[in-house]
């Protein structure tokens, strides 16, 4: 019930982040590393995608627990205790099991007990529909707060024997909290998400789901690894977080020229420089990370997006570019007040 003399708040609410958490395993594995195990070179691999190195997760190391990780960071820095939650949205295709959630685990690994979780899967694009999802929910007045979390275990479900893929993806959590904005103090101004179905075969996990299940008495004729034609996936890629960034830009009431720092999807340099160069935008201005992460998917905005955020990177009424394109096909966008 609303005191007297107050004001009933308007819905929905403008929602901000406000706190960021990450967290990298701590194993580093190099360019020269996978020149032992498979024929690539570190300069083919430095060349063709500007990554160096990669984290890989130890064994008895899950997604949950790198999500969990970078959410107690996220929450400590948003001061809010993990038991007043009301919202937890997991973004990942690697989950721990393919059920229960692998946001279940997280609720419970680090005491959000009163909250709603569950995941979304849509791929690297994931920790912005997770972001968009938790925005309506919070603005609605529905949940007071949300946690938002991309994480992955990309090394559980790479063939290490195809150089086509494994020297591509790396391991790594990333998180935010959503509250509603107050008294001015930043808002997600946009956000554009898009699917194409119809190119579902350009990057997918082909086995272990119902389609080719490795039940018991059936021989799985496909394996749980990640499959990619990797330059389709590219052309795609440039063409659809262009148009992510443009529709972002335009339904928050902006042009490119207002745009302070851009937090792209990490998956090749060459992907990023052209979407740059189609925005006519400052490579100054791009926040770069994959050199030393690779591809972590879901987890990659996430990452960068704390990372830019505890450099400095963002300050007070900066407005960020979200940017993200992953398996499905997926894409997607956020334009961020901070
Ligand atoms: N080391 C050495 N040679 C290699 C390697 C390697 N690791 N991998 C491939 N090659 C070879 C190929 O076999 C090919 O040889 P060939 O000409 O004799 O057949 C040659 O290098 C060129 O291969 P291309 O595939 O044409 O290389 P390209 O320049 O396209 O780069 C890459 C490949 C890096 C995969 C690129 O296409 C790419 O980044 N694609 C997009 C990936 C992406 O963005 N994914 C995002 C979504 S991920 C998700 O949703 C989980």
Redesign the pocket.
């Known amino acids: 019930m609303t005191e007297p003399g107050s004001t009933a708040p308007t819905y929905p609410l403008p929602v901000r982040i406000a706190g960021t958490g990450s967290y990298l395993p701590e194993k580093v594995m190099t360019n020269h590393d996978l020149e032992l195990t ?4 570190d300069e ?2 430095t060349s ?2 500007g990554i160096r190195e990669r984290r890989i997760a130890r064994e008895d190391e899950f997604t949950s627990h790198m999500a969990s990780e970078a959410a107690k960071r996220a929450l400590e820095q948003a001061k809010i205790d993990p038991a007043d939650i009301d919202l937890i949205v997991v973004a990942t ?1 690697t989950p721990d099991t393919l059920t229960p959630a692998t946001a279940c685990y997280v609720q419970q690994q680090i005491g959000a007990f009163k909250s709603v979780a569950f995941d979304v899967s849509a ?2 694009s994931g920790f912005l529909y997770a972001m968009e999802l938790a925005r309506h929910a919070v603005g609605a007045g529905a949940f007071r707060n949300a946690l938002i979390i991309g994480a992955e275990k990309l090394s559980a479900f790479v063939d290490w024997n195809d ?2 893929t494994c ?2 993806f790396g391991d790594g959590a990333g998180a935010a909290v959503l509250v509603p904005s107050t008294n001015g103090g930043g808002r997600i101004l946009s956000s554009c998400l898009g699917t194409d179905g119809a190119q579902a075969e350009l ?1 997918n996990i082909p086995g272990g789901g119902s389609a080719c299940p490795s039940t018991p008495g059936c021989t799985p004729t496909k394996t749980a690894t ?1 499959a ?1 034609q ?2 389709e ?2 052309k795609h ?1 440039v063409n659809a977080m262009r148009k992510a960034s443009t529709d972002g830009i335009a339904a928050a009431g902006l042009t490119i020229q207002d745009i302070d720092l851009i937090i792209p ?1 990490q ?2 340099l ?2 990023i420089d052209a979407i740059v160069e189609r925005l006519d935008f400052s490579r100054e201005n791009v926040f770069i990370n994959l050199d030393k992460y690779g ?1 972590t ?1 879901a987890a990659a905005v996430a990452i960068a997006l704390d990372e830019a955020h505890r450099q400095g990177r963002i300050k007070p009424g900066d407005k960020v570019l979200l940017v993200a ?3 499905g096909l997926t894409w997607a966008s956020a334009v961020i007040e901070w």
């Not at 498979?38 to 070179?41: F, K, P």
């Open positions: 498979v024929d690539t070179s083919w691999i063709r995608t295709i791929a690297c150089r086509n020297v591509l990057l990640l990619m990797g330059r996936v590219f890629a999807h998956a090749n060459r992907i591809n998917s394109f992953g398996a």
